[in-house]
């Protein structure tokens, strides 16, 4: 098995630094995400690792082997971008097979990746078609075959679901994932969707323009967030952020006499993910009910705390009214506390 090392990467484009500094391992066998919003590197740092754009500066490394000049053709390696890049005159079992015929695998090898292939992308019905007569989703379905069927020892994937509806994305994105770890590839997925990382990662790179924010496995993002910007891109809601002031004997949430803990609180935010908070008739911090939003399964509260609003997520419909007054509560891991300025995790 084959593994992936990305040593102080950088890519400029004139004047703008679209990858700075970037340093991440994939090992061999196991699947990471490169998250983040849009132009924050994603697609940069994967063509590069691709081959379809050359560094700046830095290395990178597959399965030991320094290919960072190396032709894509060089790296073995298979790739599924947005943009599917069918051939046009060609059916879609030509299509997913190309590739194979051109290394001259032979045909009844051919057959058998071919079946296994369309069996599991559900295509079947369709291997006589031209990509044309395809929809959007029937095309990207057929360029997941042709990564499929190379069988290569590490797979490269552009936000590949982009153009399914949400029940196919879902089910392609567990088959993706079974997919990877039948065949025990190495695989680097780009998104923004922090739904589709969560779920599919091992290892989570989250990016923002053109550096790594924080590098994590799905839970530590969650439940330890680097930076506020890690702490609300993923969760929805996302997480609240507080503002402290000092207090009498301690960290105030601003506008109250709440004490959250000891020591100083101006300049510090309080996070707090909406679903981890209870709401009660005793707890730390009493607030007034401003909004309800009933979603059926939960509920959104909109919550205001002397200068500060907060949102909590409960379960199930739960009659509560408008201008009701509430205390909330927590568990103490449930508590993370920022710099305001610099946005880091404080100790
Ligand atoms: P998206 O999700 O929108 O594709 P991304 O995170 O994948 O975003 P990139 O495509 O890697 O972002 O682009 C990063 C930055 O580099 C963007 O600001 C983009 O405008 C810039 N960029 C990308 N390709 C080029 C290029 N060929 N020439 C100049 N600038 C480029």
């Known amino acids: ?17 679209a990858v700075k500094d970037v340093n991440f391992t994939v090992e061999p066998g196991t699947l990471t995400v490169l998250l983040g919003p849009s132009g924050c590197g994603k697609s940069t740092t994967l063509r590069l690792i691709a081959g379809l754009d050359t560094v ?15 032709p894509p053709a060089r790296r073995d390696l298979a790739m599924v971008f947005q ?44 291997l006589g078609r ?20 190379a069988e290569a020892p590490i797979c490269l994937m552009d936000e590949p679901l982009s153009n399914l509806d949400a029940q196919l994305r879902h089910d392609m994105r567990r088959e993706i994932r079974n997919i990877q770890r039948a065949l025990g590839m190495t695989m680097v997925y780009v998104t923004h969707d922090q739904i589709e990382a969560m779920s599919l990662a091992d290892q989570v790179i989250l990016m923002k323009a053109g550096h ?25 809601p996302p997480m609240n952020l507080v503002g402290l002031a000092d207090g009498a004997g301690g960290a105030v949430v601003k506008g109250t006499a709440a004490r959250m803990f000891e020591g100083r609180g101006e300049g510090l935010l309080m996070g707090l993910r909406p679903e981890q908070i209870r ?15 009933y979603h059926g399964a939960d509920s959104i509260l909109e919550c205001e705390a002397g200068e500060e609003n907060i949102t909590v997520r409960v379960d199930g419909v739960r009659p509560i009214a408008v201008g ?7 568990e103490p891991e449930a508590m993370h506390v920022f710099d305001r ?3 880091f995790v404080q100790p």
């Open 130 to 149: 031209k990509p044309s007569q395809l929809s959007g989703g029937q095309q990207q379905r057929v360029a997941l075959g042709r990564a499929i069927v």
């Open 324 to 330: 009701s007054r509430l205390s909330l509560s927590w």
């Open 1 to 17: 098995m084959t593994g992936i090392e990305i040593v102080n990467l950088n890519k400029r484009w004139a004047t703008f630094d």
């Open 341 to 343: 300025e610099s946005g």
């Open 212 to 236: 790594i924010e924080q590098k994590a496995t799905p839970e530590e993002l969650y439940l330890k967030p680097a930076t506020t910007f890690a702490a609300r891109f993923i969760g929805t």
């Open 83 to 126: 943009s599917y890049a069918l051939f046009p005159h060609l059916s879609v079992e030509e299509n997913i097979v190309f590739g194979l015929k051109v290394r001259r695998v032979p045909a009844d090898e051919r057959r058998r990746r071919l079946n296994r292939a369309v069996e599991i992308l559900g295509l079947g019905p369709y």
């Open 279 to 293: 709401v009660g008739e005793e707890g730390m911090l009493p607030v007034i009910v401003r909004n309800v939003e």
């Open 56 to 70: 700046t500066s830095g290395t990178i490394r597959i399965g030991g082997r320094d290919v960072t000049d190396a």
